[in-house]
C-alpha cells in the first residue's frame, strides 16, 4: 500500500499554540499518522506519513483552518512508512534560528519559481548561498553554491556576521537561496533583509518542489537531497535515493563511506569512531544485535509500543 509522504510549514500567529500542538497530535494519533511535527507561536513545521485517507484528514483540518492559508505543502508517495512513531513538539520556533532580525511574517525575500530558478542562478553575479547544514550539502547542491559550513542553522547567524557583513559585500547585490522544503529560507532571506541587503531571493517550496518541477535532464541540482526521515535522500521526481545514515551521528554515508574499516553497521562509522562514548558504542552494539534478532523472526524492532516489547520478551 502506498504510503504519502506530506511535508509542510507555514509561519503564522497561533496564539494557543499548546493546546494546538495537542489537538494536532489527537488527529495524527486517531488517524496512525507517524513523522515528526513543531507547533510554535510563530507557526507549523514538519513531516508525516500516513495512508492516503489519513493524510486527507489531517489536510482537511488545516486547509480549513484561515491561519493556515496558502501554507506551503507538498506530498510525495512511498512504498514503505519512513517513521518509526509519531512526535508532536511544542516550541518556540517552529525552525530554531534564536534571532531577533529574523522576522518572515514582516519581510522576507522574494519567492523564485522552480521553473524560473536555472535562470537567476546561471548569472555570475549572483551569490547562492545553500542555507542547510553541511551534512546535508555533502549528499547534494546546486551548482557554484556556497557551503557556509553550518553544524546548525543556528550557525547562520556567525556566517552573516563573519562573512557577508565582514566581507563588505555590497547590499545591493542579487543573493539567492535555498534548502531542503523553503522554511529555512524565510528566516535566512528575512534575517538579510533586516541586515539591508536589497535584492535577497529564495527558491520557492526548496529544492523538493524543484527536483518535482524541473526535468532531470534540465537540471542544475547535483547529487541527492537529504531528507528528515527514514529515507535518507531523495532524487528527481522524489524517488528514494541509496543514501544511508550513521545511526551514531546520524551523518550520511558514501559508498567510501561504508567500505571504510571502522564502520560497523548500527554503531558507527568513520566520522565518529574516535568520538563515540564507549558506553554509547556498548549500547548501539546490542541495540543492533536485538535489530538483527528481531528481523531473523520477522519481527518489528523499532516503533513497538511498550507491552509489545514485554510481551514478545515473555514470549521469548
Same mark, same amino acid.
Given at each position: $500500500?502506498? &504510503?504519502?509522504?506530506?511535508?509542510?510549514?507555514?509561519?503564522?500567529? !497561533?496564539?494557543?499554540?499548546?493546546?494546538?500542538?495537542?489537538? @494536532?497530535?489527537?488527529?495524527? !494519533?486517531?488517524?496512525?499518522?507517524?513523522?515528526?511535527?513543531?507547533?510554535?507561536?510563530?507557526?507549523?513545521?514538519?513531516?508525516? %506519513?500516513?495512508?492516503?485517507? %489519513?493524510?486527507?484528514?489531517?489536510?482537511?483540518?488545516?486547509?480549513?483552518?484561515?491561519?493556515?492559508?496558502?501554507?506551503?505543502?507538498?506530498?510525495?508517495?512511498?512504498?514503505?512508512? =519512513?517513521?518509526?512513531?509519531?512526535?508532536?513538539?511544542?516550541?518556540?520556533?517552529?525552525?530554531?534560528?534564536?534571532?531577533?532580525?529574523?522576522?518572515?511574517?514582516?519581510?522576507?525575500?522574494?519567492? &523564485?519559481? =522552480?521553473?524560473?530558478?536555472?535562470?537567476? !542562478?546561471?548569472?555570475?553575479?549572483?551569490?547562492?548561498?545553500?542555507?542547510?547544514?553541511?551534512?546535508?550539502?555533502?549528499?547534494?547542491?546546486?551548482?557554484?553554491?556556497?557551503? =557556509?559550513?553550518?553544524?546548525?542553522?543556528?550557525?547562520?547567524?556567525?556566517?552573516?556576521?563573519?562573512?557577508?557583513?565582514?566581507?563588505?559585500?555590497?547590499?545591493?547585490?542579487?543573493?539567492? $537561496?535555498?534548502?531542503?522544503?523553503?522554511?529555512?529560507?524565510?528566516?535566512?532571506?528575512?534575517?538579510?533583509?533586516?541586515?539591508?541587503?536589497?535584492? &535577497? #531571493?529564495?527558491?520557492?517550496?526548496?529544492?523538493?518542489?524543484?527536483?518535482?518541477?524541473?526535468?532531470?535532464?534540465?537540471?542544475?541540482?547535483?547529487?541527492?537531497?537529504?531528507?528528515?526521515?527514514?529515507?535518507?535522500?531523495?532524487?528527481?521526481?522524489?524517488? =528514494?535515493?541509496?543514501?544511508?545514515?550513521?545511526? %551514531?551521528?546520524?551523518?550520511?554515508?558514501?559508498?567510501?563511506?561504508?567500505?571504510?574499516?571502522? #564502520?560497523?553497521?548500527?554503531?558507527?562509522?568513520?566520522?565518529?569512531?574516535?568520538? !563515540?562514548?564507549?558506553?554509547?558504542?556498548? %549500547?548501539?552494539?546490542?541495540?543492533?544485535?536485538? $535489530?538483527?534478532?528481531?528481523?531473523?523472526?520477522?519481527?518489528?524492532?523499532?516503533? $513497538?509500543?511498550?507491552?509489545? @516489547?514485554?510481551?514478545?520478551?515473555?514470549?521469548?
Amino acid at each position: $500500500m502506498d &504510503v504519502i509522504v506530506a511535508a509542510l510549514y507555514h509561519f503564522t500567529n !497561533i496564539d494557543n499554540s499548546l493546546e494546538y500542538s495537542k489537538y @494536532i497530535e489527537k488527529i495524527c !494519533i486517531d488517524n496512525n499518522i507517524k513523522g515528526n511535527l513543531i507547533i510554535a507561536p510563530e507557526g507549523i513545521n514538519g513531516t508525516i %506519513a500516513g495512508s492516503r485517507e %489519513a493524510i486527507n484528514i489531517f489536510k482537511s483540518q488545516l486547509f480549513n483552518d484561515e491561519r493556515f492559508y496558502n501554507i506551503e505543502y507538498k506530498e510525495s508517495i512511498t512504498n514503505k512508512q =519512513p517513521f518509526y512513531r509519531l512526535r508532536v513538539s511544542h516550541k518556540q520556533e517552529i525552525i530554531t534560528m534564536r534571532s531577533n532580525e529574523a522576522t518572515p511574517t514582516i519581510i522576507k525575500g522574494e519567492y &523564485v519559481e =522552480p521553473k524560473d530558478w536555472n535562470d537567476l !542562478i546561471s548569472d555570475p553575479n549572483v551569490l547562492l548561498i545553500d542555507t542547510r547544514n553541511d551534512y546535508e550539502i555533502k549528499i547534494g547542491k546546486f551548482k557554484n553554491a556556497i557551503n =557556509p559550513n553550518m553544524k546548525t542553522f543556528v550557525d547562520f547567524n556567525d556566517y552573516v556576521t563573519n562573512q557577508l557583513l565582514n566581507d563588505n559585500i555590497s547590499k545591493s547585490k542579487k543573493i539567492a $537561496m535555498y534548502c531542503t522544503g523553503g522554511i529555512r529560507c524565510e528566516k535566512a532571506t528575512s534575517l538579510l533583509k533586516n541586515k539591508g541587503f536589497e535584492n &535577497v #531571493y529564495h527558491l520557492k517550496g526548496g529544492i523538493l518542489k524543484y527536483l518535482e518541477d524541473v526535468d532531470e535532464n534540465n537540471s542544475l541540482w547535483e547529487g541527492n537531497c537529504f531528507v528528515f526521515d527514514q529515507r535518507v535522500s531523495v532524487k528527481h521526481n522524489l524517488v =528514494p535515493a541509496n543514501d544511508r545514515l550513521c545511526y %551514531a551521528c546520524r551523518f550520511p554515508l558514501t559508498t567510501e563511506d561504508l567500505d571504510s574499516h571502522y #564502520y560497523i553497521e548500527g554503531v558507527q562509522c568513520n566520522h565518529c569512531y574516535d568520538t !563515540i562514548d564507549p558506553r554509547v558504542k556498548e %549500547a548501539n552494539l546490542e541495540r543492533q544485535k536485538q $535489530m538483527l534478532l528481531s528481523k531473523s523472526r520477522h519481527e518489528d524492532h523499532i516503533g $513497538m509500543t511498550l507491552d509489545t @516489547i514485554k510481551e514478545r520478551r515473555r514470549k521469548h
